[in-house]
């Protein structure tokens, strides 16, 4: 277990991601010593202001490591044949070894229709359905950021999934689908609740892992968590205040789990971290140093 990332019950995603950083540019550097450099680009839509600040982000955490990205911003009135051409034109681009289009995307542009656009073996998201569903059958190299960031810091943790019960709150496609089999690769026994599902209280209550990503603030109580139970905090939302705010109530969770994330500071850093491995992976990927195909038990 790596200590440093856990302090008095607070899980600490920077520090995590530093950790990942680091090796994320040793390997790098060893790539850059053979004429490999690992380039990838982010393309933004439209005016959101929290995207602009995460593919700042993103791009900055690019520059730690040695990687080199370029960012493509299209205007809001962007038609979707456009964002297609742009894909295209970044899908056979032969120096380019990774490609994200940044969510959400202006209405009317078809999030999913674009997501498909993205080649494969570009795909750093881990977005594209040929790649869930490589990560459903467990096997292939390319998982989304954020439940890989999330699987990553229960590695650090220390704590073996095997035999634990876990619950993943919320079921969308880019966290709690393939979180849900991330878990269940580990070897836990998992539960998935959404809006849907009655009494949340006492499944969470029976959990020794909770993932939560539903951007509902605080709709997780301190006291419905099992204790020494580990929580992860995928929500984010911007309070009246400016302040921001997870789907957690962070003070009454800490006084009960072994370990919960901090929002901010928590799940975010480790998805740009992992969006750096994931990078590392497509420019390996395109050059044949690792297979498409990875099988794992």
Known sequence: MEHSILVDGVIDGRQAARIVRARVKEEVTELRAEGIH?????????????????????????????????????????????????IDRLNSDNDLDALLVQLP??????????????????????????????????CGPLEPCTPSGIMRLIEMLGVDLRGKRALVVGRSVIVGRPMYNLLVRGHATVMCAHRHTPDLASLVAQADVVVVATGVTGLIRGSWIKPGAYVFDVGITRQADGSLAGDVCFDEARGRAAGVTPVPG?????????????????????????????HRA
Request: glycine share 10%; proline share 4%.
């Open 105 to 138: 995307l202006p209405d009317g542009l078809g999030g999913r229709q674009v997501l498909n656009r993205v080649a494969v073996d570009k795909d750093v998201d881990g977005f594209h359905p040929e790649n869930l569903g490589a990560l459903v059958a467990g």
């Open 38 to 86: 690992p380039r990838v680009a982010f393309v933004r839509v439209g005016e959101d202001a929290a995207s602009e600040t995460y593919v700042r982000a993103k791009a900055r955490a690019c520059g730690w490591v040695g990687v080199r990205s370029e960012h493509i911003h299209l205007p809001s009135n962007t038609t979707q044949q456009d964002l297609f051409a742009t």
């Open 266 to 294: 928590g799940i975010g850093p480790m998805t740009i971290a992992q969006l750096l491995s994931n990078t590392l992976t497509c420019a390996k990927l395109r050059r044949g140093l690792i297979e498409r195909t990875i």
